[in-house]
């Protein structure tokens, strides 16, 4: 079993930045590969971006292409999403999540592929 726990969200005025955090445990954690998604008011839970195992590999979605930038610290269990150039549209909660199976490229951009779920940290972008 693996607990995720997100932290780092929080009121930004567009324009701004935020680091999101998340800090996993119960299972050797470079045995996951992990992603961050989000879901804004009345909308489905959307991929944001992902990253493989050892962190060499990461995928993002177009929205957020050149602003967010997904990293990961095996050595302190935790993955990270820096945020920059925030806008009203990056408004949501943001869940990370994390998948043990060996995963194609596609795979990654995937809600059903993650099979642990944070409790999600709401990020709410002030215009």
């Known amino acids: 079993q693996v607990q995720l726990v997100e932290s780092g969200g929080g009121l930004v005025q567009a324009g701004g930045s935020l680091r999101l955090s998340c800090a996993a445990s119960?299972?050797?954690?470079?045995?996951?590969?992990m992603g961050w998604f989000r879901q804004a008011p009345g909308k489905e839970r959307e991929f944001v971006a992902a990253?493989?195992?050892?962190?060499?590999?990461?995928y993002y979605t177009d929205s957020v292409k050149g602003r967010f930038t997904i990293s990961r610290d095996n050595a302190k269990n935790t993955v990270y999403l820096l945020m920059n150039s925030l806008n009203a549209e990056d408004t949501a909660v943001y869940y990370c999540?994390?998948?043990?199976?060996?995963?194609?490229?596609?795979?990654?951009?995937?809600?059903?592929?993650?099979?642990?779920w944070g409790q999600g940290t709401q990020v709410t972008v002030s215009s």
């Open positions: 999540a994390g998948s043990q199976a060996y995963l194609a490229w596609s795979d990654y951009y995937t809600r059903r592929t993650y099979n642990y």
């Open positions: 119960g299972r050797t954690f470079s045995s996951l590969a």
């Open positions: 990253i493989t195992r050892s962190g060499g590999t990461t």
